[in-house]
Every structure is written in structure tokens, then in C-alpha cells.
């Protein structure tokens, strides 16, 4: 299992979508044969993005709290609370402050819901209960994918790998042994 650094595959390119998205494909290309994504919130959507566009690649797409089009109501109330909050609160983030600002105003028009019936490898989408912001998406993925199980974990919020990690990989390994 391999789990990228999104700051460090830029490789000192600008922060935005575009260049972040070129470097994760570049990264999975370099495997050889079928891959099987999994992401969750931002990686979710590299991995979304990377399914539709190279289908003969993706065995099979895991999908946690996910997005398939950005929320912009909900990323201008994200950008003003990071405004105000010091930079030292990034250090523990995949990007600095101003590069998450970049990285937000790069993404504010991504919309995938016209291509998310092409995707053809079956796909696990996993969401807590309480993330709000992602529980509608879930469920329109799963309505929209053809080959797809949606999985709502109780109690839970957003970052279902610090809140509910035993049960996010219990899904994940039933998921990837099935055929």
C-alpha cells in the first residue's frame, strides 16, 4: 500500500488542483498494472478524478467523505475560520496556509456529477453520519455509480481514520477481498 505525500508529489510546483492532480497522475502511472484508490475528502477527490479519466487503470475506488462537486458555500465558510486562524495550525496539514488558500481557489468549480456514471470499477463509498457536508454526495454517488455500495458509519463525522479507524478498515478489507 502506498500513501503519497499530496505536499511532497508537487514537488515544488504551485499548490493548485491542476498541479496537484498532474502529480498524483504521474505518481500512479508509475505503478505497473491495476491499482486499487482509496482517499478521503481532498485524496478522494484525486482518486475520483483519476478513476474517470484513466477507467483501465482503477480496480477498484474507495471513496470516505467524498465530494463530487466542491461545496462553494461551504469552502468561502472554510476560507473566512483559515483566515483567521495562525499559521502554525497548518503545520499539521497536508499543505501550509497559503498554499490550502491556493489549493482552495483552484478547486471552487470542480463538478464531476456529469461523468460519474462512466466509472465502471466497482467503488466503496464510506461516510460518517454526522459529515454533513459529504452526506449528500455520498449518497448521490452511490445512486449515480452503477457498480457501487455506500456505507455510513454511525457516530462519526469527517475523518472517520482518527475517529473510527477499526471500522473504516474493516469495510476497506472486506471491500478489497471481495471479487
Known amino acids: 500500500m502506498l500513501c503519497p505525500n499530496l505536499s511532497t508529489i508537487l514537488e515544488g510546483k504551485e499548490a493548485s488542483y491542476t498541479n496537484l492532480y498532474s502529480s498524483f497522475v504521474e505518481y500512479c502511472n508509475q505503478i505497473d498494472g491495476k491499482i486499487d484508490l482509496c482517499g478521503l475528502s481532498l485524496e478522494g477527490i484525486l482518486a475520483l478524478n483519476y478513476a474517470l479519466d484513466f477507467p483501465d487503470k482503477v480496480n477498484k475506488l474507495v471513496l470516505i467523505g ?61 461516510c460518517g453520519k454526522k459529515d454533513r457536508a459529504n452526506l449528500k454526495s455520498a449518497c448521490y454517488l452511490s445512486q449515480n455509480i452503477y457498480n457501487s455500495q455506500l456505507k455510513i458509519i454511525e457516530k462519526a463525522g469527517h475523518i472517520l481514520n482518527e475517529e473510527k479507524p477499526q471500522e473504516l478498515a474493516s469495510l476497506f478489507n472486506v471491500f478489497l477481498r471481495e471479487e
Not at 71 to 91: D, G
Not at 99 to 105: A, M, N, P, R, V
Open 66 to 126: 467524498t465530494p463530487y462537486k466542491v461545496p462553494k458555500l461551504m469552502f468561502r465558510i472554510q476560507n473566512v475560520i483559515f483566515k483567521f486562524l495562525p499559521k502554525s495550525l497548518f503545520e499539521s496539514m497536508a499543505f501550509n496556509k497559503k498554499d490550502t488558500f491556493i489549493l482552495g481557489d483552484s478547486m471552487k468549480n470542480l463538478d464531476f456529477s456529469d461523468r460519474i456514471q462512466d466509472i465502471s470499477c466497482p467503488v466503496l463509498i464510506i
